[in-house]
């Protein structure tokens, strides 16, 4: 599907959504709704609002943040909580599922999608009987930049103790 297919797509399923829970369509909630069908990452709502305001949109903190809300109640956009404080999104209409390797010390987030893991999801459904609708895997480690930095910093505080 093209990108500007998904766009109109998922504008009219959040249009139909507000219209059904009897809410306004105001430009700012579709505005927030492009802009993160614009983008391929995962992201916090400081860093969508602060992105918005710098490329001119006339949006609140609060309408970023009750929006990215209604977004997610229409499975639109999906709140990943990765072991901090700070909860992040990512766009969620047309997208496979995936999981996720979270760095602890920079917080880098990478999806990877396996196929065992789905196969070992239908066998536990199969094995207790339950129709697995979704499941969420995330792995925490160091990636490669943060240990690369760790092993020069560890390195140098080894030479200046000489």
């Known amino acids: 599907m093209s990108e500007q297919n998904t766009s109109e797509l998922v504008r009219k399923i959040f249009e139909a ?25 995962h992201f916090d709502v400081e860093t969508l609002y602060i992105h918005m305001k710098n490329q001119k949109y ?5 309408t970023v943040y009750n929006t990215l809300e209604l977004l ?28 996720h390797v979270i760095c602890i010390d920079c917080g880098k987030v990478v999806e990877f999608c396996d196929p065992r893991i789905h196969q070992i999801q239908s066998m536990v459904g199969d094995l207790l009987k339950f129709d697995i609708k979704h499941h969420s895997l995330n792995l925490y480690g160091v990636c490669f930049d943060c240990s690369a930095a760790a092993a020069v910093k560890n390195a140098q505080h080894k030479q200046e103790s000489k």
């Open 17 to 41: 959504y507000l219209e059904n829970k009897n809410l306004r369509k105001t430009p700012e909630r579709f505005a927030i709704l492009e802009e993160i069908y614009s983008r391929d990452d």
């Open 58 to 62: 006339r949006v609140s903190r609060a």
């Open 72 to 99: 997610v109640s229409c499975d639109l956009v999906t709140k990943h909580q990765f072991g901090k404080n700070m909860a992040q999104f990512e766009k969620s209409y047309g997208y496979h599922q995936h999981d």
